[in-house]
């Protein structure tokens, strides 16, 4: 155990550990719209930038990334100066700038009193902000089935050369998660769209309720070791079935002297 | 001290406070959790079964998560999800053959019992102690 002072408090963290995690379980209200527990962090968005200094360092300070930024022994943290803020403010201009009808970036937005952008609006603007943790979620799950194509002002996520993604299997990781619902997708009956392919969801054989796509289950059958059969049943299903099982054990087990 | 948590069908009248206890005690920003606990017929006249996760060893939801946001907890005995690390792929409420994961949507999380951190709601409400968490001698 280390000890860090953030905001003037003293707070224990483990020697290491980013910093934006001390932060998140101090409550502290930091906006950080790249980072994932599931994946590394990744420093795209700049939005959880606050600024640091130690006693030895003679009154010098500097600005980091908290997601990426391990923390040590007698770290001195602010997160709420007037520069951080004017900081966050000039980042979420820019992002209205690049996403003017995003409900997710105009709310954040208006939280730190930006409420219209001071640059030009791109011409044809969508919700990405490229912060890439659709991609890097896709990759952790093993499916890499998308990727941020072109550069500059034409860069987008979308799966290769646009076409219906080969190696997506529609488990929705990368829509779920995405921090400004850019990713769409549609499910209709036992058919599940996204990025331009459809899926058949595998169905409860007892409700026909819809569960998992085919793609994915199969996935988890070949590489994970999950017998074909679990997919059969939802967990509603299970839970009535296990029910039965256990009952026939337990009116048994109370026959049968013991 | 190790324990266990023991579930006794027979003793089980169906009445639905452990799935009340399980609620309120995940209840999570002014929202009441989903009970990961059901009392459920037995398929014999009055018998109830409470369904809840067995903790099993080398589980299908472990198995089936492939971000790893499920951990072994070795002070209770419970695998516990992360709700930071899940991404609600759904695998694992689709692979556990007991169906003891499961979706809140309220709370927009995938769960499963935690053993509530080691003093399980559900045990210490239980009118008639069909369910039981208790000391194990080692
Ligand atoms: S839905 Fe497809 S693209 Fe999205 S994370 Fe899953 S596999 Fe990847
Ligand atoms: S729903 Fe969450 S815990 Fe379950 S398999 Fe997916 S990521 Fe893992
Ligand atoms: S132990 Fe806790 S989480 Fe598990 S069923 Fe009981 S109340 Fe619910
Ligand atoms: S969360 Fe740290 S840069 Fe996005």
Same mark, same amino acid.
């Given at each position: 155990?280390?000890?860090?002072?953030?905001?003037?408090?003293?707070?224990?963290?483990?020697?290491?550990?980013?910093?934006?995690?001390?932060?998140?379980?101090?409550?502290?209200?930091?906006?950080?719209?790249?980072?994932?527990?599931?994946?590394?962090?990744?420093?795209?968005?700049?939005?959880?930038?606050?600024?640091?200094?130690?006693?030895?360092?003679?009154?010098?300070?500097?600005?980091?990334?908290?997601?990426?930024?391990?923390?040590?022994?007698?770290?001195?943290?602010?997160?709420?100066?007037?520069?951080?803020?004017?900081?966050?403010?000039?980042?979420?201009?820019?992002?209205?700038?690049?996403?003017?009808?995003?409900?997710?970036?105009?709310?954040?937005?208006?939280?730190?009193?930006?409420?219209?952008?001071?640059?030009?609006?791109?011409?044809?603007?969508?919700?990405?902000?490229?912060?890439?943790?659709?991609?890097?979620?896709?990759?952790?799950?093993?499916?890499?089935?998308?990727?941020?194509?072109?550069?500059?002002?034409?860069?987008?996520?979308?799966?290769?050369?646009?076409?219906?993604?080969?190696?997506?299997?529609?488990?929705?990781?990368?829509?779920?998660?995405?921090?400004?619902?850019?990713?769409?997708?549609?499910?209709?009956?036992?058919?599940?769209?996204?990025?331009?392919?459809?899926?058949?969801?595998?169905?409860?054989?007892?409700?026909?309720?819809?569960?998992?796509?085919?793609?994915?289950?199969?996935?988890?059958?070949?590489?994970?070791?999950?017998?074909?059969?679990?997919?059969?049943?939802?967990?509603?299903?299970?839970?009535?079935?296990?029910?039965?099982?256990?009952?026939?054990?337990?009116?048994?087990?109370?026959?049968?002297?013991? | 001290?190790?324990?266990?948590?023991?579930?006794?069908?027979?003793?089980?009248?169906?009445?639905?406070?452990?799935?009340?206890?399980?609620?309120?005690?995940?209840?999570?920003?002014?929202?009441?959790?989903?009970?990961?606990?059901?009392?459920?017929?037995?398929?014999?006249?009055?018998?109830?079964?409470?369904?809840?996760?067995?903790?099993?060893?080398?589980?299908?939801?472990?198995?089936?998560?492939?971000?790893?946001?499920?951990?072994?907890?070795?002070?209770?005995?419970?695998?516990? &999800?992360?709700?930071?690390? !899940?991404?609600?792929?759904? #695998? %694992?409420?689709?692979? $556990? +053959?007991?169906?003891?994961?499961?979706?809140?949507?309220?709370?927009?999380?995938? &769960?499963?019992?935690?053993? !509530?951190?080691?003093?399980? #709601? %559900?045990?210490?409400? $239980? +009118?008639?102690?069909?369910?039981?968490?208790?000391?194990?001698?080692?």
């Amino acid at each position: 155990m280390i000890t860090v002072t953030i905001n003037g408090k003293l707070v224990r963290a483990k020697e290491g550990e980013m910093l934006l995690a001390v932060l998140r379980r101090e409550k502290i209200d930091i906006p950080a719209l790249c980072h994932h527990e599931a994946v590394e962090p990744y420093g795209a968005c700049r939005l959880c930038m606050v600024e640091i200094t130690r006693k030895e360092w003679d009154g010098w300070k500097n600005m980091v990334t908290s997601c990426l930024y391990p923390v040590a022994d007698g770290l001195i943290i602010q997160t709420h100066t007037t520069d951080l803020i004017e900081l966050r403010k000039t980042i979420l201009d820019l992002y209205l700038a690049r996403c003017p009808n995003t409900p997710e970036i105009q709310d954040l937005a208006a939280q730190y009193g930006v409420n219209q952008t001071s640059y030009e609006q791109v011409a044809d603007p969508n919700d990405c902000i490229l912060c890439g943790l659709c991609t890097r979620i896709c990759d952790r799950m093993g499916f890499s089935a998308i990727s941020a194509v072109n550069r500059g002002h034409g860069r987008e996520i979308a799966p290769p050369l646009k076409n219906a993604p080969p190696d997506c299997v529609g488990c929705l990781a990368c829509a779920l998660n995405c921090p400004t619902n850019y990713i769409k997708f549609k499910d209709i009956g036992y058919t599940r769209e996204i990025w331009g392919r459809k899926f058949e969801l595998l169905r409860d054989a007892k409700t026909g309720q819809p569960t998992i796509t085919k793609e994915f289950a199969e996935y988890l059958s070949k590489h994970r070791n999950i017998p074909q059969d679990y997919f059969e049943l939802n967990d509603e299903s299970h839970r009535k079935e296990t029910a039965l099982n256990l009952g026939k054990i337990a009116i048994w087990s109370r026959e049968v002297p013991q | 001290m190790k324990s266990r948590f023991i579930v006794t069908p027979i003793l089980c009248t169906g009445c639905r406070t452990c799935e009340l206890a399980c609620s309120f005690t995940h209840a999570k920003d002014g929202k009441v959790g989903r009970s990961r606990i059901y009392p459920l017929a037995g398929g014999f006249k009055d018998l109830y079964v409470p369904v809840v996760c067995l903790q099993c060893e080398d589980p299908a939801c472990v198995k089936s998560c492939l971000v790893d946001a499920i951990h072994f907890n070795e002070n209770t005995g419970a695998y516990e &999800i992360n709700p930071e690390i !899940c991404v609600r792929c759904m #695998a %694992c409420v689709a692979a $556990c +053959p007991f169906g003891c994961s499961l979706f809140d949507p309220q709370q927009n999380l995938v &769960i499963k019992c935690d053993l !509530c951190g080691g003093d399980p #709601a %559900c045990a210490h409400f $239980c +009118p008639t102690k069909a369910l039981t968490y208790k000391p194990i001698a080692v």
